[in-house]
């Protein structure tokens, strides 16, 4: 009895995982570009308190969200901090996951490099090209993936070599 129970909440909170991803990932983007959607979403992502390496580094994304809608800089500076710090921890558990790099990327990309927060940049722009070429897009769907290329392009911080590598990875 206690296993049959045991295999009813993993094979329950497996399945919830997967379906709050793409409910995680709809409301991330619309916390980038709002205020009021990034605290609310920095509320129901740390409510979570979960050790998921992807649901982590949402959480450090939220965490940086934070630092942007901040107007404090004592804020501003211990929301980054602890976002890149939430970021790298979830990178370290899941190093070859696709969307955890690519969260520190964009995030690191918009950080003033005087700050000296954008350190994993080229790490992670080369990991994320190796991904994509290898065709390891764990549970991206074709359309975040297209975004994400999209997204590294106009970043400007790839080659045209690696810009072609993930175009044709696509096809």
């Known amino acids: 009895m206690r296993i049959t129970l045991l295999l009813i909440f993993l094979i329950t909170t497996a399945f919830s995982k997967d379906e709050d991803l793409p409910s995680i990932r709809k409301q991330y983007y619309e916390a980038v570009n709002n205020a009021d959607a990034a605290h609310r979403f920095y509320d129901m992502i740390a409510a ?8 982590l580094a949402y ?5 940086a969200l934070k630092a942007r ?13 602890r976002g890149i710090s ?16 690519f969260l ?10 005087f700050l000296g927060f954008s350190r994993d940049l080229d ?3 080369r990991k994320i090209v ?30 045209p070599k690696e810009l072609e590598t993930m175009r044709n990875a696509m096809k």
Request: aromatic share 10%.
């Open 48 to 55: 979570q308190k979960s050790e998921d390496p992807v649901i």
């Open 59 to 63: 959480f450090g994304s939220a965490q």
């Open 69 to 81: 809608y901040s107007w404090n800089p004592y804020n501003k500076m211990a929301y980054l901090k």
């Open 86 to 101: 939430t970021l790298a921890t979830a990178v370290s558990k899941s190093p070859d996951n696709l969307e955890i790099r």
């Open 104 to 113: 520190r990327f964009s995030l690191e990309h918009y950080v003033p490099s």
């Open 123 to 125: 790490p992670d722009r």
């Open 130 to 159: 190796e991904l994509i070429e290898k065709k390891q897009f764990g549970s991206m769907d074709k359309d975040l993936l297209k975004n994400m290329v999209k997204f590294m392009e106009e970043s400007k911080r790839c080659t």
